[in-house]
Antibody
C-alpha cells in the first residue's frame, strides 16, 4: 500500500525545537524528491522544504530558512524535518508529500501532524 | 513569485449541481504545471488533476480541469455528497523551482 505517515508533532514553547519524521511505504522512496508542506489555521498550503531524491540538494521557504533542516535516510525510507527556534507563526499541520516530476504534482500525501508553538 | 487566487472563497451548492472553481495566476503558467487537489477534514490533500486537465489515477470523470495562461477552472459535474470539501490549485515554476498554492475554495452543501 502506497502511503506516507508523519509523526513527531506536539506542543512546544517559542524558541523550542521539534523533529518530524515521515515514513514511506509502497513506492521506491529513493527515486523521488520529497517535500514538507504546512497548513496554518485558517490559511492555505505552504511548501516549507524540499529535498532531492538523493539528498544532494535542498530548498527552503524564506519563512523557515536558517531554522528548519530537511533530511532523508533512504535506507530507512524516512524523511525528516528538524525545526529549531520555533515561532508561534510556525503553528500548523505539517504534511510530507511525494513530488512526481513527470506530473509536476504531489501524488502522495501523509495525513499530517500538528505542531503548536505556544507559551 | 507567482500568486494564485482562487474564487469564490466559499461555494454553496446542492448534490447533483455543477460546481465551477476558478484559479487565476498573477502571471502565465504552463498548462503542464497546474494541478488541483481536494482536501477533507483530518486528511492530507488528494491529487485530482495534473497538467491542467488530466485526471489522476482513480479520480471519477465528473471532475474535469481546463484553462490556460492565467485562468484555470476545475469543474465538478453532478456533485456527490463526498465532493463537499476544500479545493486547492497549485503551480510549479522554475528556475529556481518554486511551488505555490491558491488559498483554497471551500465547497459546502447548501
Amino acid at each position: 500500500q502506497v502511503q506516507l505517515e508523519e509523526v513527531g508533532g506536539g506542543v512546544v514553547q517559542p524558541g523550542g525545537s521539534l523533529r518530524l519524521s515521515c515514513s514511506a511505504s509502497g513506492f521506491i522512496f529513493s527515486a523521488y524528491g520529497m517535500h514538507w508542506i504546512r497548513r496554518a489555521p485558517g490559511k492555505g498550503l505552504e511548501c516549507v522544504a524540499f529535498i532531492w531524491f538523493d539528498g544532494s540538494d535542498k530548498y527552503y521557504a524564506e519563512s523557515v530558512k536558517g531554522r528548519f533542516t530537511i533530511s532523508r535516510d533512504n535506507s530507512k525510507h524516512t524523511l525528516y524535518l528538524q525545526m529549531n527556534s520555533l515561532r508561534p507563526e510556525d503553528t500548523a499541520v505539517y504534511y510530507c508529500a511525494k513530488w512526481d516530476g513527470d506530473l509536476a504534482a504531489f501524488d502522495i500525501w501523509g495525513q499530517g501532524t500538528m505542531v503548536t508553538v505556544s507559551s | 513569485e507567482i500568486v494564485l487566487t482562487q474564487s469564490p472563497g466559499t461555494l454553496s451548492l446542492s448534490p447533483g449541481e455543477r460546481a465551477t472553481l476558478s484559479c487565476r495566476a498573477s502571471q502565465s503558467v504552463s498548462r503542464t504545471y497546474l494541478a488541483w487537489y481536494q482536501q477533507k477534514p483530518g486528511q492530507g490533500p488528494r491529487l485530482l488533476i495534473y497538467g491542467a486537465s488530466t485526471r489522476a489515477t482513480g479520480i471519477p470523470d465528473r471532475f474535469s480541469g481546463s484553462g490556460s495562461g492565467t485562468d484555470f477552472t476545475l469543474t465538478i459535474s453532478g456533485l456527490e455528497p463526498e465532493d463537499f470539501a476544500l479545493y486547492y490549485c497549485q503551480q510549479y515554476h522554475r528556475p529556481p523551482p518554486t511551488i505555490t498554492f491558491g488559498q483554497g475554495t471551500r465547497l459546502e452543501m447548501k
